[in-house]
Every structure is written in C-alpha cells, then in structure tokens.
C-alpha cells in the first residue's frame, strides 16, 4: 500500500509545473505522509523532486517548496532534509572536482567548452536549486543553511567563469533572488566575487558578456531590489543591437 503511495506521489510531482498551487503541494504533503515511515520510500520521494528539478529549472522553485514542506513534517522531517542535503553534497562534490581539473589542465580559451562539458543542464540546476534551498529553506532551529552559502558562491563563480550569455542570464537571476541575503552572510565573499566581475568587464570580454555583467553590477547599485524598468529596457535593447551587429 504505501509503495503505491509513493508511486502516487511520484506521479503529482512530475505533472508539476513552476506555478503549482498550494493545493498542489497539500496533496503531496498528503500522500507522502502515507509513505513516510520507510527509510527507502523518503529516500525515493526526495530524489523524485530533485531529479526534476535539476533537468526543469522553472520547477525548482517549485520543488524546494515541497522538501521545506516535507522537512517539517513531524518525526520524519530531519530525514528528507537529510537525503535531500547528502544528494546536493555528492552532486556538487563532483562538480568541484571537475571545474579543478578543467582550471589545472586546461588553457584558458578552452575554459568555457569544458568546464560543465558532461554535465552542463546539471550543473545549471543544481546552483538555481541550491540558491532555491538557501533562501527557502531553514534548520530545524530555523536558520538559514549557512554551509551552503561557500558552495552557492563557487558556483556563481562557474557561471562568471563560464560566461555563456544563459550562464551570465542565470547568474543575473539568481544574484537578484540571493544576493542581498549572501551580501549579509559573506560580504567580503560577495565583495571578491564582484571584484571577478569587474576585472572581466575590463580585460578583453565581448561586448555582450560586458552588458551582462554590467547589469549584475547596477542590480548590486540597486541594494538587489529588482531594476527599474529604464534601466531594464536599456540593457534588453543594448543586447538587442550586440546581436544584431550594431555594437562592437
């Protein structure tokens, strides 16, 4: 009975989209009760969420709202947070052993083509999940997760690394949604990786990496409040002309 609970769950949380309801959430919350008292079954539940979330990255939103809600569930809400923590751990692990390999064996033009090369849509997810889980999620003695706040800032640097025009837009995003709080917890973290940006923004980068970045700057000018609409306006339509060849 309970392992057809938990298929029940499985399926509600793959029909999810970005913008599930909390009627959506009640009904997971529900059945996964039903399920909860299996080591194995919890185990399963949290890789559902997070595997969608990492290939989905409208979705993760979405699905960190549904582990802060399992992880508060009586008795058995320290084990979601437990798994969903080790799956995060062992992913970003990984990446890190990567991203050092690239940095020591490869020059730095090849930089961009190999750092996510076998994992590039993973790795993307895993950093909007975790930004997800940092400012959604709290201990059980309801503090943010501060350990996650060095692997947030080390994969911010990936991305600043990497410097694709998705990267550099995910980057953007995700700064607007975690900034100020990162900016809270480790200014001088935030400080050194603004200083990165700076310094790609005068050494030699194309003219629309320098309009991406220069926007992450001006939504740091703006204490991490969301820009306003000129100002928006003027870096859509400068990128627009980038594309379009009317800006060197």
């Known amino acids: 009975m309970r392992m057809e609970f938990c298929e029940q769950v499985s399926q509600h949380i793959e029909k999810l989209s970005f913008d599930a309801q909390d009627r959506d959430l009640d009904v997971i919350e529900k059945?996964?009760?039903?399920c909860a008292r299996d080591e194995n079954n919890i185990q399963q539940v949290i890789k559902v969420i997070y595997n969608?979330?990492?290939?989905?990255l409208d979705f993760a939103r979405t699905g960190v709202?549904?582990?802060d809600r399992l992880s508060k569930i009586d008795g058995d809400g320290l084990k979601y947070r437990t798994h969903l923590l080790n799956l995060l751990q062992n992913d970003f692990t990984d990446i890190q052993q990567h991203w050092?390999?690239?940095?020591?064996?490869?020059?730095?033009?090849q930089f961009k083509e190999n750092?996510?090369?076998?994992?590039?849509?993973?790795?993307?997810?895993l950093v909007v999940f975790l930004c997800h889980v940092y400012i959604t999620m709290t201990t059980v003695k309801g503090e943010t997760f501060r350990v996650l706040v060095n692997p947030i800032f080390q994969c911010l640097e990936m991305l600043l690394e990497s410097a694709t025009s998705d990267d550099l837009e995910i980057l953007n995003n995700l700064l607007q949604s975690v900034g100020k709080q990162l900016d809270n917890d480790e200014p001088e973290k935030m400080q050194d990786l603004?200083?990165?940006i700076r310094l790609k923004i005068i050494q030699g980068s194309s003219?629309?990496?320098r309009c991406y970045l220069l926007e992450i700057i001006e939504i740091q000018a703006h204490n991490?409040?969301?820009l306003p609409s000129d100002i928006t306006r003027f870096y859509c339509d400068t990128a627009a002309d980038i594309l379009a060849g009317m800006v060197v």
């Open 194 to 196: 603004f200083n990165k």
């Open 224 to 226: 991490w409040k969301m």
């Open 52 to 56: 969608k979330s990492l290939v989905d």
């Open 115 to 125: 750092i996510h090369a076998t994992s590039h849509e993973k790795f993307k997810g």
């Open 207 to 209: 003219p629309q990496v």
């Open 100 to 109: 050092q390999k690239v940095k020591l064996t490869d020059p730095e033009q």
């Open 31 to 34: 059945l996964t009760r039903e």
């Open 65 to 67: 709202m549904i582990c």
